[in-house]
């Protein structure tokens, strides 16, 4: 199982950017999905996560600006991210928690190799 980020890349304070994550592989189900994101000298925290069923979470700081969604045929989580600020620049970490063909039936959280979105003038 792998999963494949895109997006990202330089965006201007108040601009838009949209991160995809695509899951591939020997997949059975996919229960969570979601982002994570470091900054330069923090921990790693959570941006945003979406269940198989569509209930979603945000971290505070992004509630309002940005949106996560799913499609489940394609395998893909998505990110919209309104309204940047300077603040959100960080390598952003997409993961799946994936029940695969090989561990049925537990499942184990799988991440992308992050994504950076620098937001600056």
């Known amino acids: 199982v792998q999963l494949q980020a895109s997006g990202g890349g330089l965006v201007q304070p108040g601009g838009s950017v949209r991160l995809s994550c695509a899951a591939s592989?020997?997949?059975?189900?996919?229960?969570?999905m979601g982002w994570y994101r470091q900054a330069p000298g923090k921990q790693r925290e959570l941006v945003a996560s979406?269940?198989?069923?569509?209930?979603?979470n945000y971290a505070d700081s992004v509630k309002g600006r940005f949106a996560i969604s799913r499609d489940n045929v394609k395998n893909t989580v998505y990110l919209q991210m309104n309204s940047l600020k300077a603040e959100d620049t960080a390598v952003y970490y997409c993961?799946?928690?994936?029940?695969?063909?090989?561990?049925?039936?537990?499942?184990?959280?799988?991440w992308g190799q992050g994504t950076l979105v620098t937001v600056s003038s």
């Open positions: 993961y799946g928690r994936i029940v695969s063909m090989g561990t049925l039936p537990r499942d184990r959280d799988y």
């Open positions: 592989g020997s997949i059975f189900s996919i229960n969570a």
């Open positions: 979406i269940t198989s069923g569509g209930s979603t």
